[in-house]
């Protein structure tokens, strides 16, 4: 879940370089959610996850990867923006697919 929230900062962080037009916010969530960060999540909990899950969880690391690249090497508003609705098409299709309960 942790994760998760970082995934709602990123995206607020590149909808702030979106409007401010600045490429170097963007950047900046490179090492917040790409897939530099897969490494990191406990292995007991990736064993515990669906496979499903887990895909959906790389392409989104993948999207933010591809949204930084952008941002790094040919900055385009809307090449960024066609990322993003990507990234964001695949959160909810997780969201409404996966649930993650706590167990006491």
Known sequence: ????RLFLESIKTINEGLVENNPTKIVSIDQQSGVCKVDVVPQGLIKSLP????????QTHDYFDKIVKIAKENYSQKEIQ?????????????????KITLKE
């Open 1 to 4: 879940m942790a994760e998760m």
């Open 51 to 58: 496979v499903g899950f887990k895909t959906m969880g790389m």
């Open 82 to 98: 066609k990322e993003l609705n990507s990234l964001m098409n695949n959160c909810v299709a997780c969201h409404r697919t996966y």
